[in-house]
């Protein structure tokens, strides 16, 4: 069975009275394990699409299941619970809590859903180690780096195990190299995780880096050859 099966996906919004279609019948499998990227051009609906597939926005038609479970049939609180135990999400921007250290940032999710504190930081510091940060556990944001801080917000993406990653232009705020390092980190984390990635991106590096490339172009996704 594939983790994720879009069918007939359509997101249309009205903006003064005119119908915008921003995406016109899309059908996308995605498999357990399986990394994506996903490229078009700008306004195209990229992010659209991943909020949709994330449950963070809903259809205008169509379904999304995960895992043969056709979410948004289900209450918004039967979709909250699914979304925070399956999907993890890394956006441009890390929205880590300054107040915070690296590892109580990562440790939030899991505390929030009454992991016990003890298991909570063991999964923790497992995933920051999994991000070469072993030694960062207690620096605040404020004390990390950008590509530093966007590994934290890929390990607290992580630390409810998820089984799809949703990244949306997670190198688009890093220099080159700082980016080249995230992309070498996702492809080794789909590897030792053997967790779903759909990654929206611009970097025609990282696109060609993996192993299935999607475009989203006039409301529909083709796979590139």
């Not at 960062?136 to 917000?153: D, N, T, W």
């Not at 890093?174 to 991106?201: C, F, K, M, P």
């Amino acid at each position: 069975m594939n983790l994720v099966e879009v069918r007939s996906l359509h997101k249309s919004y009205f903006m003064e009275g005119e119908r915008i279609d921003v995406l016109r019948g899309v059908d996308l499998d995605i498999e357990a394990g399986e990394t994506l990227s996903l490229v078009g051009p700008s306004g195209a609906g990229k992010s659209t699409f991943l909020h949709l597939v994330g449950t963070l926005d809903s259809p205008t038609a169509g379904t999304v299941k995960l895992d043969g479970v056709d979410v948004f049939s289900r209450s918004e609180a039967e979709q909250a619970e699914y979304r925070n135990q399956t999907i993890g999400f890394v956006f441009q921007s890390h929205h880590l809590l300054p107040e915070f250290t690296a590892l109580e940032n990562v440790m939030m999710p899991a505390l929030i859903h009454r992991v016990p504190r003890s298991e909570a930081e063991g999964r923790a510091r497992e995933l920051l180690a999994m991000v070469d940060l072993v030694e960062r556990l207690l620096h605040r944001p404020g004390e990390l780096s950008g590509g530093e801080q966007q590994r934290v917000a890929l390990a607290r993406a992580l630390v409810m195990r998820p089984r799809l990653l949703l990244a949306d232009e997670p190198t688009g705020n890093l220099d080159a190299q700082t980016g080249a390092g995230i992309h070498q980190l996702l492809s080794r984390l789909n590897q030792q995780l053997h967790i779903a990635e759909l990654i929206v991106t611009h970097n025609a590096d990282l696109a060609r880096s993996l192993p299935r490339r999607l475009r989203l172009e006039a409301g529909r996704i083709t796979d590139v050859p």
